[in-house]
């Protein structure tokens, strides 16, 4: 079995920042691409970020420049570091991972949600 355990959300005001965290657990033969979706109210879930096990990364174009996706193999744990947060980017934020419990076989994993509100 697999979990992941995000941290990190909270209240904070336009233009600044928050670091989200996630961390896989279990039953991990190996880790491939790790990212972050996010859906608001009456949203369809979007992609956010994403990173590859070798560190290549993807991002929306609404949070290019202002967010960075990281991660540390080690401790299979993905950080999403979002800076001058806008009152869009107010939302439930899931990590996803992609992982193999064991050979030949990939799952998808999802997080429990984290609330980022971005409000004066």
């Known amino acids: 079995q697999v979990q992941l355990v995000e941290s990190g959300g909270g209240l904070v005001q336009p233009g600044g920042s928050l670091r989200l965290s996630c961390a896989a657990s279990?039953?991990?033969?190996?880790?491939?691409?790790m990212g972050w979706y996010r859906q608001a109210p009456v949203k369809q879930r979007e992609s956010v970020a994403a990173?590859?096990?070798?560190?290549?990364?993807n991002y929306a174009d609404s949070v290019k420049g202002r967010f960075t996706i990281s991660r540390d193999n080690g401790k299979n744990t993905v950080y999403l570091q979002m800076n001058s947060l806008k009152p869009e980017d107010t939302a439930v934020y899931y990590c996803?991972?992609?992982?193999?419990?064991?050979?030949?076989?990939?799952?998808?994993?999802w997080g429990q949600g984290t609330q980022v509100t971005v409000s004066s």
């Open positions: 996803h991972a992609a992982i193999r419990p064991r050979p030949g076989v990939t799952l998808d994993y």
């Open positions: 990173i590859t096990s070798g560190g290549s990364t």
């Open positions: 279990g039953s991990i033969f190996s880790n491939n691409a």
